[in-house]
């Protein structure tokens, strides 16, 4: 991990990002008390726009998301109208809900030819192997503000806010923490985009590396649907089978 800090988007600065990655959130788009509420599985390269995905390939590469109460007590989920879709059972009463996914981690291969899913015992030609963890996440205020938006949800990486993510408003600070393992994760980068921002999501509009702490003030200099996003790196128990564990974890918010 670096550990040089980055200014905080001083004079609109844009960081560029790896354009071949694509990202991965949780949402719940136009969630209400009251009503049923639809957590999608975000994937894409065009936040918040989903990649579609068949049911076989969604049940291969991801699990299915979950909607946690404050109370820490699981929504009850069914399919909604395709494999990225989910709906509750039933109307929500007013309240915090946490919208989580994540993937099922994969191994992946960089070899001669390019990229192949599976390790280096399915790809003996490897020249790099990478098994990769994804966690996404947003918090849901219904009917008042948020309460505990700042308890840890037990992601293996997690961005977890530090001050109410229904309250936030442009140009005002942000403050996060990165956990990793559970542990504050100094030095790890966070970079933060709103919809729109550029095609295809390949700049930051913010970015800087968390403070020893784990802490990082993301600065949300527009209105709009926010995406901010961070990664660890571990290394792979088994050489034999895979050089590194890749982790990366996305926090979902709107600014007004």
Not at 100 to 121: A, E, H, I, Q, V
Not at 222 to 243: I, R, V
Request: with cysteine; proline share 9%.
């Amino acid at each position: 991990m670096r550990k040089t800090l980055l200014p905080a988007l001083a004079a609109l600065l844009l960081t560029a990002a790896p354009a071949a990655g694509h990202d991965f959130w949780a949402s719940a788009p136009g969630a209400a008390a009251g009503s049923p509420v639809t957590v999608v599985f975000g994937y894409g390269h065009g936040f918040p726009d989903v990649e579609a995905a068949e049911d076989a390939d969604f049940e291969t590469r991801f699990q299915a998301p979950r909607l946690v109460g404050a109370d820490g007590k699981d929504v009850p989920l069914s399919k909604g109208k395709d494999a990225m879709t989910y709906v509750t059972q039933a109307p929500l009463p007013a309240g915090t809900y946490f919208a989580l996914t994540r993937n099922k981690p994969g191994f992946g291969s960089r070899t001669p030819d390019g990229y192949r899913r599976g390790s280096r015992k399915d790809n003996p030609d490897a020249v790099t192997c990478t098994i990769s963890y994804r966690f996404g996440k947003e918090v849901l205020a219904l009917g008042g503000p948020a309460q505990g938006y700042d308890k840890p949800q037990g992601q293996e990486i997690e961005i977890v806010p530090q001050k109410d993510p229904s309250s936030l408003k442009a140009g005002e600070p942000f403050p996060v923490k990165v956990l990793f393992r559970g542990k504050p994760s100094p030095g790890t980068e966070v970079k933060a985009f709103f919809a729109g921002f550029t095609k295809d999501n390949v700049a930051s509009a913010f970015a800087a590396q968390a403070d020893k702490e784990g802490l990082v003030n993301i600065i949300p200099l527009a209105p709009g649907d926010w995406l901010a996003k961070a990664g660890e790196e571990a290394d792979y128990s088994d050489k034999a089978t895979c050089d590194r564990e890749s982790y990366g974890a996305s926090l979902t918010f709107k600014v007004q």
